[in-house]
Each structure stands twice: as structure tokens, then as C-alpha cells.
């Protein structure tokens, strides 16, 4: 997970300086983003916002960039977080479009013994991705590996619905494929 502040760029981690991602003014909720190499290429300009994905390539290697949070403070440095993750394309879309379902969806997710609103979870399920230790390849993968249990103490994540029925989040994620 990258953090750059607006107006600013900042080298790709792992790149070895060779792709380079520029934030112009974050401005409701959006803002314009550019992604380079080092010959001045651009391999993605556009305007984004929170939860979008686009796809790039280098050489023959498929990359997507999701945009997780924009914040615009008051007072202080606007800043971003995005996220790059190794292909294949179609399987990080799958994830990043299953984590929009997340968002979007009126239920509750129960982790811990605690409630969360749909769009916490959604985070919480992002935040958990970019640290897991082993890459995660598919949708399928993701829904095993992340957002099925919590990884301090194993316990099974739950769903309830707004008719007050509870279910597996890992059954709930794949209806959702």
C-alpha cells in the first residue's frame, strides 16, 4: 500500500525507481493520477476515485492499481493510498469487484463477536490483502485466504442480512462471483 501526499510523486515500491505514480489535487473525492516510467512513458493518466481499478501493463508483466482512500483535509496535505497488485488481470478484478459488492451491500459483518458496517469491512478486507504474506492469485484464493477468518484467532467471519439471517461470509462472498 503506497500513502502520497497530492501535488506529489513518489517511486513505486519494488520498481527500482523504474514506475513513478503522481497525485495532481484531490478534489471531491477524485483526483488525477498518473503513473509513468522512468523514460517519461505514461502507463495510466486518469481521473479516479476511492474503490476504482485500472489496469497496466509492463513488458509483458499485467499490474492493477486500485485507488483505496482519497482524503482532502481542511488544513494540512491531501494524501492517497493506492494499491498495485500483480496479475492475472482478470482474477484482481474479480477480487476488486467482489470488494465493491462488499461495500455496496446493506448487510452486517460480524468479526471478532462485533458488527460492521459493510463499507469497514470492505477496508478492513483491503487492508488485510496488502499485508497478507503469501500472494494471493485468484478471487477464490482471496475469499480463503482473507476475508473468510479473522488470521489472529481463526474464528469464521459471519453476515447478516437485513432480514436478520446469518451466514458464512465465505458462503455470502461466493454467491457473490
Not at 513513478?20 to 512513458?41: F, P, R, Y
Request: charged fraction near 30%; glycine fraction near 6%.
Amino acid at each position: 500500500l503506497l500513502t502520497i501526499k497530492q501535488r506529489a510523486s513518489a517511486a513505486i515500491p519494488g520498481s527500482r525507481g523504474y514506475l513513478c505514480l503522481c497525485l495532481d489535487d484531490i478534489t471531491a473525492s477524485q483526483v488525477l493520477l498518473s503513473l509513468q516510467t522512468a523514460e517519461g512513458k505514461d502507463l495510466l493518466r486518469k481521473s479516479v476515485r476511492p474503490g476504482e481499478s485500472h489496469e497496466f501493463t509492463v513488458g509483458k508483466e499485467a499490474y492493477v492499481l486500485t485507488v483505496v482512500r482519497l482524503v482532502n483535509l481542511l488544513v494540512g496535505d491531501d494524501w492517497g493510498e493506492i494499491q498495485i497488485s500483480r496479475g492475472p488481470i482478470g482474477e484482481t478484478a474479480k477480487i476488486e469487484t467482489l470488494l465493491r459488492a462488499v461495500a455496496a451491500s446493506q448487510a452486517v459483518f460480524l468479526r471478532e463477536g462485533k458488527e460492521y458496517p459493510a463499507t469497514e469491512a470492505a477496508a478492513h478486507l483491503r487492508r488485510k490483502l496488502t499485508q497478507i504474506q503469501e500472494p494471493v492469485r485468484t478471487v477464490l484464493e482471496f475469499i480463503d485466504k482473507v476475508a473468510s477468518r479473522s488470521s489472529e484467532t481463526g474464528q469464521e467471519y459471519e453476515i447478516k442480512l437485513l432480514d436478520g439471517t446469518r451466514m458464512k461470509a465465505a458462503e455470502w462472498l461466493k454467491k457473490r462471483l
